[in-house]
């Protein structure tokens, strides 16, 4: 039983680690349809990851509306995103458990 539990879990559920390397994808709409309902799932059990993908996503909004007289602000930059993104990493960590709430 506890093999057939193992070989589930790894099949149809993601860790908070490989959720936070989906991110990105994700939220572009790249994921495929079995990864993007693998992580939707994750994220519907796990609070902590729910979390870290709303400041995600808000920051990423923050990013394109730095400009508010701008009524369409250009794309960020590709440094710019990357500088954003890596100062989340820095200040704020991302899960490292599979905790669910």
């Known amino acids: 039983m506890a ?3 193992t070989e589930w879990r790894r099949r149809w559920m ?3 680690q490989e959720v936070n390397g989906f991110l990105e994808a994700y939220v ?3 994921l495929d349809t079995t990864t993007k309902a ?3 799932r994750h994220i519907n059990g796990c609070e902590t990851c729910r979390t870290y993908l709303q400041q995600y996503r808000a920051t990423i909004d923050l990013v ?3 400009d508010p007289a701008n009524d369409h602000p250009p ?3 590709d440094a710019l995103v990357d500088e954003t993104l890596s100062f989340l990493r820095d200040h ?3 899960p490292t458990n599979n905790a669910s709430s």
């Open 75 to 77: 794309e960020p930059s």
């Open 92 to 94: 704020y960590e991302p």
């Open 38 to 40: 693998q992580f939707e």
């Open 28 to 30: 572009d709409g790249r």
């Open 3 to 5: 093999n057939f539990l």
């Open 64 to 66: 394109k509306e730095a």
């Open 14 to 16: 993601l860790t908070c």
